[in-house]
């Protein structure tokens, strides 16, 4: 079941490029793989793999990811669990 995607972003700014099917960039969970903040599909796969992981069900709270990933995230977090460890540091309700 998908919890956040596409639909739900609140930033349109983000590039879109095409991944084979089972790319780990957007496939499976988060790893040592790397995470491209500009990229649309990167980020609704982190923010909707997280919520499931987090039992997180409203996508208002994926929206709280996607700024904190947008606008506060340092530029030298590049790796998909050190976003998940950030991420999960720094969501506040």
């Given at each position: 079941m998908i919890?956040?995607?596409?639909r739900n972003l609140h930033y349109s700014?983000?590039?879109w490029s095409?991944?084979?099917p089972n790319d780990p960039r957007v496939n499976g969970k988060p790893d040592d793989t790397t995470f491209n903040r500009e990229e649309g599909s990167e980020v609704v796969y982190m923010i909707d793999r997280l919520m499931k992981l987090w039992d997180y069900?409203?996508?208002n709270?994926?929206?709280k990811m996607e700024?904190?990933?947008h606008d506060k995230m340092p530029a030298?977090?590049?790796r998909q669990e050190e976003v998940q460890q950030w991420l999960k540091t720094?969501?506040?309700f």
């Open positions: 919890l956040f995607s596409r700014d983000y590039k095409t991944y084979v069900r409203f996508a709270t994926g929206n700024k904190l990933i030298d977090i590049t720094n969501l506040k």
